[in-house]
Nanobody, 124 residues
Framework: QLQLVESGGGLVQPGGSLRLSCAASGFTLDKYAIAWFRQVPGKEREAISCANSVGGRANYGDSIKGRFTISRDNAKNTVYLQMSGLKPEDTAVYYC?????????????????WGQGTQVTVSS
């Protein structure tokens, strides 16, 4: 069974950091582009960042620029999202998703498999 599982979310104070993990099971990530999205209730899902299968990365939106970094460890079959300088507006459920091939996309309908999400809450 192909599965993505996110972890690492939680409650953090403004200015703090978290590292989210996206672990794959049932398939190997090395031939997939993996993206992180986030969603706030009542709003559309927002693309954050993507790491493709050949070492490339793409970031989406100015809100996370310079604060979030995506990385992948194919040996561990895991993709990470390092988040720093967190703000209350970063509060959301964060999802990882995969699509076959090396081309990243910020469009959620291009992704085939999704994790269940992990809640990130930034509050004092």
């Amino acid at each position: 069974q192909l599965q993505l599982v996110e972890s690492g979310g939680g409650l953090v104070q403004p200015g703090g950091s978290l590292r989210l993990s996206c672990a794959a099971s049932g398939f190997t990530l090395d031939k997939y582009a993996i993206a992180w999205f986030r969603q706030v209730p009542g709003k559309e899902r927002e693309a954050i960042s993507c790491a493709n299968s050949v070492g490339g990365r793409a970031n989406y939106g100015d809100s996370i620029k310079g604060r979030f970094t995506i990385s992948r460890d194919n040996a561990k079959n895991t993709v990470y999202l390092q988040m720093s300088g967190l703000k209350p507006e970063d509060t959301a459920v964060y999802y990882c998703a995969s699509k076959w091939g090396y081309v990243c996309s910020g469009s959620d309908d291009e992704y085939d498999y999704w994790g269940q999400g992990t809640q990130v809450t930034v509050s004092s």
